[in-house]
Nanobody
Framework: QVQLVESGGGLVQAGGSLRLSCAASGRTFSGYTMGWFRQAPGKEREFVAAIRWSGGRTYYADSVKGRFTISRDKAKNTVFLQMNSLTPEDTAVYYC??????????????????WGQGTQVTVSS
């Protein structure tokens, strides 16, 4: 059974950086798409970034393009989200997710089968 554990969240000032990690266990992830989503208070969970585990192709929401970078370390079964130039609008709980079928619709949360518990990111102004 696949399990995902996020870490790396915290409090940072606007303009700062954080690096989130998602440790995946339970199987090999060939063919998977791994994604990051976030949910701010009173808002729906939204897509942030995704990466194809095998080929490494990446996708980003327009709101984070150029500031965030998703990557993966196959040897460590870990996905990362490097977040730079953070703003208060980035404040949310960030979730790692796994899509075992590698759907075309990587931005749709319903395509993902397994979710981590989330990690809080707070950006102060």
């Amino acid at each position: 059974q696949v399990q995902l554990v996020e870490s790396g969240g915290g409090l940072v000032q606007a303009g700062g950086s954080l690096r989130l990690s998602c440790a995946a266990s339970g199987r090999t992830f060939s063919g998977y798409t791994m994604g990051w989503f976030r949910q701010a208070p009173g808002k729906e969970r939204e897509f942030v970034a995704a990466i194809r585990w095998s080929g490494g192709r990446t996708y980003y929401a327009d709101s984070v393009k150029g500031r965030f970078t998703i990557s993966r370390d196959k040897a460590k079964n870990t996905v990362f989200l490097q977040m730079n130039s953070l703003t208060p609008e980035d404040t949310a709980v960030y979730y790692c997710a796994a899509d075992r079928f590698g759907s075309t619709w990587y931005e749709r949360r319903n395509e993902y089968d397994v979710w981590g518990q989330g990690t809080q990111v707070t950006v102060s102004s």
